[in-house]
């Protein structure tokens, strides 16, 4: 809830305003709707404030949605990054399914993955957005084969292993399978596929 702005505050921006919370259920509203989905009234409805504080604090609606997807990445998105610190290219692959299958389908929370589903359906007008995410996934790609050349130099993986199209394959299928999550196929089923995905995983 707003409340009535202290003297020097900036104009439209509520005094005691949560900067921190207003991020997370923006963030929310736009992992449920996505970007396109997400309009300005669901926004502020669900931030707590008016249009104008919004654009105070955060600029437009493309400001907000970068901000939101860095807080996404050092969140629930934060499974890639503690991947990348597993022992074996095998373990690396595993956390990145388990983690996938387990923020997507979290009972707390939207299903499915909100850098996937805010991609799915982008107008003309929300290119830069999609540039923006297709930038975010690839940069979740180039982790994965840099941590998978790693394992190639190290004799982890077989020296003929292409780590740029196991990355591929890897970051596919967990893109797969956060759009199965939003479309509500279950957890187990998930992981199954998951596990399956892996059975025949190049050894050294």
């Not at 926004?43 to 504080?53: E, K, N, R, V, Y």
């Not at 199209?165 to 893109?175: F, G, S």
């Not at 509500?184 to 025949?200: H, S, T, Y």
Request: aromatic share 6%; proline share 5%.
């Amino acid at each position: 809830m707003e409340t009535r702005q202290s003297a020097g505050a900036p104009a439209g921006r509520p005094r005691g305003f949560d900067t921190d919370e207003a991020l997370e259920r923006a963030m929310l509203v736009f992992w449920r709707h996505g970007y396109e989905g997400a309009s300005t009234a669901g926004l502020t409805s669900a931030m707590g404030i008016s249009t104008t504080s919004m654009y105070a604090a955060f600029g437009n609606k493309e400001k907000l949605f970068r901000k939101v997807l860095e807080r996404y990445t050092e969140g629930p998105s934060a499974y890639l990054a503690r991947a990348m610190e597993e022992p074996t290219a095998l373990g690396v692959a595993t956390a990145i399914l388990a983690g996938t299958v387990r923020t997507t389908t979290a009972p707390a929370g939207p299903h499915g993955c909100l850098g996937v589903q805010s991609a799915l359906a982008t107008s003309d007008s929300g290119q830069e957005v999609c540039d923006l995410l297709a930038a975010w996934r690839n940069d979740g790609y180039s982790q994965v084969r840099e941590r998978f050349q790693r394992a190639v130099d190290d004799g982890d993986l077989p020296p003929r292993t292409d780590p740029g199209l196991l990355a591929r394959y890897i970051t596919t299928l967990a893109h797969g399978i956060a759009v199965q999550a939003a479309s509500g196929i279950g957890r187990d089923e998930l992981q199954e596929l998951a596990d399956a995905a892996l059975r025949n995983w190049p050894l050294s």
